[in-house]
Nanobody, 127 residues
């Protein structure tokens, strides 16, 4: 059974930092592209960042580029999202997602293109 478990969310002041982690189990982790999405109250879920199966390539939403960094450790079946210079508009539930694409380094940013999801972790940035 595939499981994705996020952790690391919390309350932080604007300008601060948080590091989110996602632990994966029940899948061949190195065969999956991993992504982070977020959903703010009353809004649709949106793409944040993605990292290819090998970890050699990443892509980011324009709204977080230069502030967030996605990384992965295939030996530990884990993906992380380092979030710096946080803004109140970053407040959302953050979700880890996985897409099976072994050897494929194309970036997918659509919600419907991922079929494995975690339960989410709340990030709240106060002004």
């Amino acid at each position: 059974q595939v499981q994705l478990a996020e952790s690391g969310g919390g309350l932080v002041q604007a300008g601060g930092s948080l590091r989110l982690s996602c632990a994966a189990s029940g899948l061949t982790f190195s065969s999956y592209a991993m992504a982070w999405f977020r959903q703010a109250p009353g809004k649709e879920r949106e793409f944040v960042a993605v990292i290819t199966w090998s970890g050699t390539s990443t892509s980011y939403a324009d709204s977080v580029k230069g502030r967030f960094t996605i990384s992965r450790d295939n030996a530990k079946n884990a993906v992380a999202l380092q979030m710096n210079s946080l803004k109140p508009e970053d407040t959302a539930v953050y979700y880890c997602a996985a897409r099976y694409q072994p050897g494929d380094s194309y970036f997918y940013s659509g919600v419907r293109e991922y079929n494995r999801w975690g339960q989410g972790t709340q990030v709240t940035v106060s002004s």
